[in-house]
């Protein structure tokens, strides 16, 4: 069961990943070295999801396992993070991506929980878990942002012309 447990939710953080890379990238007009690279950065730490799956599932959610896999969700989080500001700057600031992303409360809240869980792991790796866990279900709720941008992005174009 904790494989299994352990796959399911590392493969909802890789869809959560995919789905709002997509949709970052739908809105990205041009792309520079530097997008290439911090996108580059963001695949490294999203491949070692699996290790970091299977070595926490291996050991029954163990204490240091646990907190190696926070580790990665938080390098996950800062890279993404780093990916949205090089597409931002070299977009500009009124960028579609930029009006999209606004207070961003969700990508703020994800690294300070990633944060406490990691320490937690070895006082309890239930409630590191229970924080992944939480983490997951706040982004699996879709992020219309990007979306909602798109469309009042295009409608303030079609009333320009």
Do not use: C
Request: aromatic share 14%.
């Amino acid at each position: 069961m904790p494989v299994f447990l352990s796959y399911v939710l590392s493969f909802v953080y890789v869809g959560i990943y995919w789905n709002n890379h997509h949709h970052m990238l739908h809105v990205t007009a041009k792309v520079t070295g530097g997008v290439l690279w911090a996108n580059l950065h963001l695949l490294f730490w999203l491949s070692l999801f699996p290790f970091t799956t299977a070595w926490m599932s291996e050991n029954h959610f163990a204490s240091a396992p646990s907190a190696i896999y926070g580790f990665v969700l938080l390098m996950a989080a800062i890279a993404y993070v780093l990916l949205q500001q090089r597409i931002i700057a070299a977009q500009g600031s009124d960028s579609l991506l930029h009006r999209a992303i606004g207070s961003d409360w969700k990508g703020k809240v994800s690294p300070v929980l990633y944060l406490a869980a990691i320490p937690l792991a070895f006082v309890s790796h239930w409630i590191a878990q229970a924080i992944y866990v939480a983490v997951a279900l706040i982004w699996l709720v879709p992020d219309r942002r990007i979306e909602r941008a798109i469309t009042e992005g295009g409608e303030l174009r079609k009333r320009s012309v």
